[in-house]
Every structure is written in C-alpha cells, then in structure tokens.
C-alpha cells in the first residue's frame, strides 16, 4: 500500500459547454500527487494544465463538465476509504473543506491574486480562521501539515479569534522570508513589491497546512532572479512543511529545478511522464523533445533558438489518432493520424503515449 | 485617512466660498436694486410720489449704501452666524419664512429618490450578475432599457393617474390635510412615505435603470477576477465571498456618481413638482427669478450648490472608505 499518496487522478475528462460547441480540453489525464514530492506539469499554452489541476478543488467555470466516469480520489488522513470527489457539488462543504484545507492554490499573478481593498494580513487571517480551529494547547497551536483533523477534536471545533489567526499570519509571513512581518501583515498588496507579493501569496496558500500545494506558473510573472528566490523559497517550505506540489509551468528549464517528476501535456492529454532526470536525459516522446530542445543553453549558443514547429490545433478540431501528428517530425504515415497511441511503460515509472515505442 | 478627510474639508469649504460669491453676483445682476423694488413695491398705486432721496433712505436703512464686498459679508456673515438668508422682496417677509417647508420637502424627495435608487439598483444589479443570463438577469436588461426610454414627466402623470384612482391617496405636499398640523405619530409617518413615494419613483426611474446597468457591469468585471478565484481556492463560503470582494467594488461607480444624481434630481425635481403639485426650491427658483426677488433666490442657489456639494464630499468620502488606494495616494 502506497501510504505516500494524496491524491489519484483517474481518467479525468473535463468539457466546456462554449457558444461555438462542446469541447473536451482534458481528455484522459491520470496522475498521482504524493506527499513531499513535487510533480511539475508542463505543456504549451491551452494544453489543459490549469483546467486538469484546477478540477482537483472543482474550481471551474460554470460552463464546464468534469466527466462522471473520471475519479479524483482524495486519500485524507485516517479514513479507510478514499473520497472520490467528483460527483460532489462545488459548493459542497466537503469540497470547500478541501479547497485551503487540503489544498492550496497559487497563481501566475500575485497582484491580482489578492484583492486590493483588504490588507495581506486581513486575506490570511480569513483563510486561518475559515480552516483552522482554535488551539486547545499552545501544542496544537504548531501542530504540522495533515493533522488539522486531530487538532480541531481537540479544540472542541471552536474557531480560531481573530487575534490567535494574525499571529499565525505573521508567523507565516516570516517563514516565507518577509522581513518586517508584523508591518507587513497590515499593508494592502499594493505597497509590497512583486517578488514579495508572491511569497505573501505563497504564505496565504499555505497559512492553512494543506497538504498539497497546486502552484499555477507561480513565477511566470516574475524576473529571473526573483523566479530563482521563490523557486528556492518553495524548496526549503516542501522540505520543512512535507507538502506536496503540483507544479505548472510552460518552462523545462524551470521544472528540471523543482519537479521529482514531470507530466507533460499536449492537447488535454498527458504524452509522456516519468522521474524528471530520467525524462530529462532520456525524452521518448517528439513533443517532450521539442520541448527540452527550446531551453536556451550556453554550448548552444550560436544557434537560434528552436521551439516546436507548428501550430497548435484548436480545442474544436482535436486531430484524430496521435494529437501530435499534425506537427510531429517521425509520424508513420498510415498509423499515427488513425490510432491512438496506447500508454507504454518504457522503463519503469516512464510512461509515453506514441506509435514509435510500441 | 484624517489628512485625507481634513483635506476634502478644506476642498469642500473653498467650493462654497466660491459658490457664494458667484451667487451673490448673480443676485447683483438684475437692473437697479432692492431699495429700488421696495420703494415700487411699496408705493406704487398709492399716489404718494417716491423721491431719489426717499430711496437713498430706503437704501441706508437696508444697507444697501455700502460697497459691494461689505454687502456680500454682510450677507454671507447673516447665513453663517444667524442662518438668516435676509428679506424676501415679493413676499415681504424673511426669506427663512419664504424657504421654510420648501426645503424640507426638497431634502425629503432628494434623499427618498437616493434611497430608492440605490436600494433597489444595488441588491438587484449584483444578483443578476451573479446570476448572469438567468431570466432576473434578461428581464432586468428589457426593463432599464424601458427606464431609460420613459420620459420623467410622463412617468409622473401615469403615476398620479394610478395613484388617485386605484389607491385614492391625494397627491401634492407632504401629508394629507388630517395629519397636516398632528403631532408625529406612525400614522403621519406613514402618509409622509405615501406622499414620497411618487415623485420619488418617478425622479429614480431613470437613475435606476442607468445604475443597474453600471452596477451590474462592474459585478460582471469583479466577479472575473483571479482575487476572486483565490478567494475561492482557499475555501470561503460562496455568499461571503461575494459580498467581500467582487460586491464591495461594484458599488464604487454608485458612490463616485452620487453628486451627479443629486445634481441630476434637482434639475429634474421642478418639472416633476410641477406636474404632482408639489411646493419644493426648484418652483420657487424659478417664481424668485420672475419677480426678481434676488434674496430668495439667492438662498435657494445656494442650498442646492450647498447639497450638491456636500453629497460631493460625502461620496469622497465613502469612496475612500471602500477602496484605500483612494486615500493614501490623496
Ligand atoms: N472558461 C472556459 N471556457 C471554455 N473553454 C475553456 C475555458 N477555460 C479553458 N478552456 C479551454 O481549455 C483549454 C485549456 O485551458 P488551460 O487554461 O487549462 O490551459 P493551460 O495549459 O493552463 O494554458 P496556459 O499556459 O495558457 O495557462 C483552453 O485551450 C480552452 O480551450
Ligand atoms: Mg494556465
């Protein structure tokens, strides 16, 4: 029995009900999402990374339909069976437990992931006293990651005063390196400056002790040498907090640094996923391929920069057979435009979905 | 935030300074003066024979002998210590006693009209939002629309017309004639809200369905925010987050236009007054112009600038109340 798993993702199917059609963005995804590990998800825009992992708190539009036939199973401590969430409402309670609960969320953009008319502080003290109760003990008080469920027996379920949650909010904010933290917590997200906007963000997501972090491009909106800093901060959190990451990210270069292992997506589906060395070493598929040969490195230099030739289909006119035929180098006429493509394990842990490594 | 309110206090105390002074020229403008009016007034048809020296009395008497920049602070001197806003000429009493009633049915009507507005553009703009193309989110885009193609006045007559035929309420001033001089008691308070009720529709009618529209714009615009989604990821109960994030913006444009609607409703007030038989300032702005009875209508201007402005102020205010960008860059 695998103890170290969170979250199972079986054939998850979304659709969006859209004025030009039924389209299926997510089609197929299945991944496991593991304590302390970190899984990076990479993929060009529009390949369903934000819509597959968003699916895991239910956080879609209105317009979308996660598949009945798909199964996002929940292993939560303690309970003998996992909760398979996908026939829950999104309004459930149990999900809304979930969402900050069990799992927390960062964005691409960390100005507009806080709203401007309310302090740093005021946002992570509403996140704290939605999730966590009071403390019985001053023990309980730094109880860890997963085990909010023993906390609030003890504490008789009784919410946490808004006094008790702004220390753990300056707590937090200290953690993830913001100096001045009892300053801080009562400033508007407009007078902090980026990098620190999305660590605030980091410490809003994690204020509660989810036990899975989902991390959408955390860093795509932030220069290089901030990017480094929060990759770094994100690092040192998972090491000291145990938590997981669901990591997206357009950038190889960025998911070499973070992911244990990496799941590449193309077109709704997941082509290619295993360990990240051995995926980064060893690509099989064209696509993953493509894609580590547009990270710009120093002995390649002198030439241009190569990224995947083609465009991407729209989501209303998904190829058939291999989704990556219309732009793949190797396609074997006759087969990849007609079938698609079973997953191989190649070695163990590799899986890829293509006609070359049947 | 106090620099930010000392700030507008001193915004709004200059504006009135300046508005004083403009009132004060136009109530200088009309040919000859008031001593001139009175002495006409006064002995015309009687026979007696009014000498220059007669009016240069009258003009000692009231004063009028003095500079101009005397007079004005004289004037404003009056309004500010005494709140007396001098002699009405055509009445031949206190201009207090002219204005009286009349200023209380127009803050009535104003402030019934706002409440209306808002109570019923607010709570309805950001359900339809919310429920985007649902049949409340339709019907209420047919009905703005019909808000705003129905003139004011037509709406009234249609209103009166209803009102004293279905429900038999007599229409114009503020209370019918039993509760006229009665003490207050729920009873008056109750007919005072049946009299208010009219022009009240009729004078929000069109500002509603202009402040549907807004509302329901920027509640559409908010609700598509990511805070609004990170809000969301970390758990908050749907109604709550809602009325913490995407509502408390959607109500900015409301507050920031409140003076224009108090600016609005006064021009529109006379009209409507007129046409329900109500005895309101703007009516009589218009009487004090046509009798050149300066002094009243000097008290009028200068109490509808005076709410005007004041509204301006409290909608500052509020505004900076609700998005603290506001006051830290003030
Ligand atoms: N609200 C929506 N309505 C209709 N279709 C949508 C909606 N949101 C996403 N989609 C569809 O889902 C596809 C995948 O979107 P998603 O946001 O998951 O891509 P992504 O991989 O996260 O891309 P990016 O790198 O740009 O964030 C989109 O191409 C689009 O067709
Ligand atoms: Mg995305």
Redesign the interface.
Same mark, same amino acid.
């Given at each position: 029995m695998d103890n170290d798993l969170l979250i199972d993702v079986k054939n998850l199917r979304v659709s969006f009900h859209t004025d030009e059609g039924f389209i299926t963005p997510v089609d197929g995804v299945n991944y496991q999402v593991r304590r302390g590990k970190t899984l990076g998800i990479v993929g060009e825009s529009g390949s369903g990374k934000s819509v597959s992992t968003r699916a895991l708190?239910k956080?879609l539009p209105k317009n979308a339909v996660i598949e009945p036939t798909s199964q996002i199973l929940f292993y939560q401590n303690g309970a003998a069976q996992p909760l398979n969430i996908t026939p829950l409402s999104p309004?459930s309670k149990e999900i809304?437990?979930?969402? &900050?609960?069990q799992? &927390?969320?960062i964005?691409q953009?960390p100005m /507009?992931?806080?709203?401007?008319?309310?302090t740093v502080g005021n946002?992570i003290i509403?996140?704290v006293r939605?999730?966590r109760h009071a403390a019985a003990s001053p023990l309980a008080a730094t109880a860890t990651i997963g085990s909010q469920i023993d906390e609030s027996i003890r504490a008789g379920n009784k919410k946490m005063s808004k006094l008790e949650a702004r220390d753990v909010a300056v707590d937090m904010l200290e953690r993830v390196g913001i100096g001045n933290a009892g300053l801080r917590v009562n400033q508007?997200p407009?007078e902090l400056s980026g990098g620190m906007r999305q660590r605030a963000?980091i410490a809003? /997501?994690l204020s509660?002790h989810p036990s899975v972090l989902i991390a959408d491009e955390p860093t795509t909106a932030l220069d290089v040498t901030i990017q480094a800093q929060i990759l770094e901060l994100m690092r040192e959190l998972q090491a000291e907090l145990g938590m997981a990451i669901i990591f997206i990210t357009h950038d190889m270069g960025v998911i070499a640094q973070i992911a244990d292992e990496v799941a590449v997506m193309y077109l709704g589906a997941i082509v290619e996923r295993g360990p990240t060395r051995e995926l980064i070493e060893d690509a099989r598929h064209p696509y993953t391929r493509g894609l580590l040969a547009a990270i710009p490195s120093l002995d390649r230099l002198d030439t241009r920069l190569s990224s995947v030739p083609g465009d991407i289909p729209s989501p209303l006119e998904r190829p058939a057979g291999c989704l990556f035929h219309t732009r793949c180098p190797h396609r074997i006429d006759g087969t990849c435009e007609r079938f698609a493509p079973e997953r191989t394990e190649v070695v163990p842990n590799h899986f890829v979905r293509c006609h070359l490594y049947r | 935030m106090l620099r930010f309110l000392v700030h507008r206090f001193i915004g709004l105390a200059v504006t009135m300074f300046f508005v004083s002074i403009m009132v004060f020229v136009i109530m200088e403008l009309p040919p000859g003066d008031y001593a001139d009016r009175y002495a006409f007034r006064k002995f015309s048809g009687t026979g007696v024979n009014v000498t220059e020296g007669d009016i240069e009395n009258i003009r000692i008497q009231f004063g009028l002998d003095k500079p101009a920049w005397q007079r004005y602070f004289q004037w404003v001197g009056g309004i500010v210590t005494r709140f007396d806003f001098g002699q009405s000429f055509a009445f031949e009493t206190s201009v207090n006693n002219v204005i009286g009633k009349r200023l209380w049915m127009t803050l009535a009507i104003l402030y019934s009209t706002l409440v209306l507005t808002y109570l019923l553009a607010i709570p309805i703009a950001i359900y339809a939002a919310i429920h985007r193309r649902s049949a409340v989110d339709y019907s209420l885009t047919v009905l703005s629309y019909l808000g705003l193609a129905l003139p004011n006045f037509l709406l009234a007559l249609i209103l009166l017309y209803i009102s004293v035929t279905l429900f038999g309420t007599s229409i114009g001033g503020l209370f019918s004639p039993e509760y006229e001089k009665a003490g207050w008691s729920v009873g008056k308070a109750l007919d005072l809200l049946q009299h208010l009720i009219v022009p009240a529709i009729v004078l929000a009618w069109s500002a509603t369905a202009l402040q549907l529209q807004t509302v329901r714009a920027t509640m559409l615009d908010e609700l598509n925010k990511l805070s609004v989604t990170a809000a969301r990821a970390r758990g908050i109960p749907e109604w709550k987050l809602l009325l913490k994030y995407p509502a408390r913006l959607a109500v900015n444009p409301v507050v920031s236009t409140i003076g224009f609607d108090v600016n609005r409703i006064f021009s529109e007030l006379p009209i409507v007054a007129l046409v329900l038989g109500l005895p309101e300032l703007g009516e009589l702005l218009i009487q004090s112009y046509l009798d050149l009875d300066m002094y009243v209508a000097g008290a009028v201007l200068l109490m509808l600038t005076f709410f005007i402005v004041v509204m301006n102020f409290i909608s500052d205010i509020a505004l900076a109340a609700l998005d603290p960008r506001i006051s830290l860059e003030g």
């Open positions: 708190t956080l309004n809304r437990a979930i969402r &900050g609960g799992v &927390g969320m964005f953009e /507009a992931s806080f709203s401007p008319v309310y946002q509403e996140a939605q999730h508007y407009h963000m809003v /997501a509660t | -």
